[in-house]
């Protein structure tokens, strides 16, 4: 009857509460994309399961509605069903709940659940084929296509008085380049008997020594810098997944009380665990610049100035 149950009301609220065994919840792990791996796990559903629980009295009148008991006898039926539960987990015989998983109990009295992963139904998406246009020119492989005409060479025409200018152009451009020349040749084998004196052994400071191994990491160093600057902005520009803490709490039972509170006034929470600790947030799928304004609104809409931000 008890396993009856957990699995009728268990998936009906997601809360589950069986006094003085435990307390069992569904909780939602969203889709998660790394960028450093670029791998994207899938959402899931997961029972979890504490041996901390409130009654509520849910269970007693679960069975009473279900025996058409009244209350009183449908506590005494409680305790029976219970009994007879914990007596099987103390053989050490699993305890199975098709669909959500199995309770084992240990020599030392301790509970273990070991749960099942509960399917979830993925979305679908839809892609828009991209239509290209099309080249009108043919560029089928084979296609011949005729050279370009080539554009024959106009010849000057020679006169005697073009040609007269020609030499005289000739002679006074073939002049003025030798005395260019003189003074250039001049500083070019100044600049040589330089170099080769500096050069010399014991005719000055020897030439520096290049350190190339170091020119090599400073290279090394430089490409580093700038692919740490590209995956930086890589990451800047790409939706990531933050959690605004709400609470955390050390008893997943008390984050689950806090999400139904909060569902009331129309709030989504997600609960996750990380530290030991179960805390309760608003799931963000936001830029990574754009995560202060979303965080000062979630402050101002449950006014408090204590809610971070967990990535």
Not at 87 to 111: C, M, R, W, Y
Request: net charge negative; hydrophobic share 40%; aromatic share 8%.
């Amino acid at each position: 009857m008890l396993q009856l149950y957990i699995q009728e009301v268990l998936f009906k609220q997601r809360v589950c509460v069986v006094p003085q065994l435990g307390t069992f919840s569904v909780q939602h792990f969203p889709a998660h994309y790394n960028s450093q791996t670029q791998t994207l796990t899938p959402p899931r559903e997961q029972v979890m399961f504490t041996q901390q629980w409130q009654d509520d009295g849910s269970c007693v009148e679960w069975i009473a509605l279900k025996e058409n008991l009244v209350p009183a006898v449908a506590q005494r039926k409680f305790e029976k069903y219970l009994e007879e539960l914990k007596e099987g987990l103390k053989s050490g015989t699993p305890l199975v709940l098709p669909g959500i998983g199995q309770l084992q109990g240990d020599f030392a009295g301790n509970i273990h659940f070991h749960a099942e992963e509960l399917p979830v139904e993925k979305a679908s998406l839809d892609i828009t084929p991209i239509h290209r246009p099309e080249n009108k020119t043919d560029n089928k492989p084979g296609a011949y296509t005729p050279p370009p005409t080539p554009v024959p060479a106009i010849e000057p025409i020679m006169t005697e008085e073009v040609e007269d200018t020609l030499e005289a152009v000739t002679e006074e451009s073939g002049f003025k380049w030798w005395w260019a020349a003189i003074p250039i040749a001049a500083v070019i084998i100044g600049v040589g008997i330089w170099l080769y004196l500096s050069n010399t052994p014991g005719s000055g400071e020897a030439a520096p020594v290049v350190n190339t191994d170091s020119i090599a990491k400073q290279h090394v160093a430089d490409s580093l810098k700038q692919v740490a600057i590209a995956d930086s902005i890589a990451a800047a520009n790409t939706i990531q997944t933050y959690y605004a803490v709400i609470n955390p709490h050390k008893d997943s039972s008390e984050a689950v009380k806090e999400q139904k509170k909060q569902a009331k006034w129309g709030r989504t929470l997600v609960i996750y665990k990380r530290d030991s600790l179960f805390r309760t947030a608003v799931e963000l799928h936001v830029l990574p610049a754009d995560t202060t304004p979303h965080l000062d609104t979630i402050r101002r809409e449950f006014k408090r100035s204590d809610i971070y931000l967990e990535h």
